[in-house]
Structure formats: C-alpha cells, structure tokens
C-alpha cells in the first residue's frame, strides 16, 4: 500500500502542494498527484486533471525542477512546475495556464504586466 501525506505550505508567493513518493518515479508520481480528483490539487483549485504529463529531471536532487502539463476540467491546458524537496517528497504548484505574449510583442516568453509567470500563483489581495 502507498502512503502519500499531502499538506500546503507556502513558497515564494506560490501555494504549492506537497506529496510523497515511494516506488514510483517523480515524474509518475507528480501526474498521479495531478490527476487525482479527490486530492489536494482538486480541492484547492477547484477543478480536476487529466492528461497530465511531466518531464524527467535533471538528476534527483533536492530543488531539482521538473515540469508538468494538465488539461484541467475548464478545458483549459495548465503548467505546473514540480520542485523535488526531498529522496522521496516533491511539491507541485497550484499550475497556471499558458500566458500569452502581449499583442505587437516580439520577444518570445514575455508576459502581460498583472500576469503570473507558469506554475506560480497570481498575489491575490482581500477588501478589508
């Protein structure tokens, strides 16, 4: 039986999720994580996964990253980047989708200023 703790934390702005791995590899895992409609993932943003597929690291290495793609429930195609923490635990942000270049932009990668860059998550303010 596989054991996975999940829980938030918070890193650089971002809200990513935290899962353990034991026999899988992190690239199987993370797209486990990703697709699983009961988890952590879903409950936080409020949709499900499918077709999640991710990268091979470099090496094994804590902070080591490695990417991930998902078409979430909304239809929309979303970028996760999976950071490895530990032999066996990795966190995956909340995922964003694509951001596309602003109109008459010629540098590729660029983003719309109020945009968050993949796999981070747009700063979010409360009225008070």
Request: proline share 9%; charged share 15%; aromatic share 6%.
């Amino acid at each position: 039986m596989r054991r996975r703790t999940l829980f938030l934390a918070a890193l650089a702005g971002a809200l990513p999720l935290v899962a353990c791995t034991s026999q899988q590899s992190f690239p199987d895992a993370a797209k486990a994580f990703i697709q699983d409609d009961d988890g952590e993932l879903a409950q936080v943003t409020g949709r499900t996964y499918e077709d999640a597929t991710c990268t091979d690291p470099a090496n094994t290495d804590v902070g080591t990253e490695f990417t991930c793609t998902a078409v979430g429930s909304d239809g929309v195609t979303y970028n996760f980047v999976a950071r490895i923490t530990g032999r066996q635990t990795f966190e995956v942000g909340e995922g964003s989708p694509p951001v596309a270049p602003p109109t008459g932009s010629s540098v590729p990668g660029t983003a719309p200023a109020g945009t968050a860059p993949a796999g981070t998550a747009a700063p979010t303010t409360t009225g008070g």
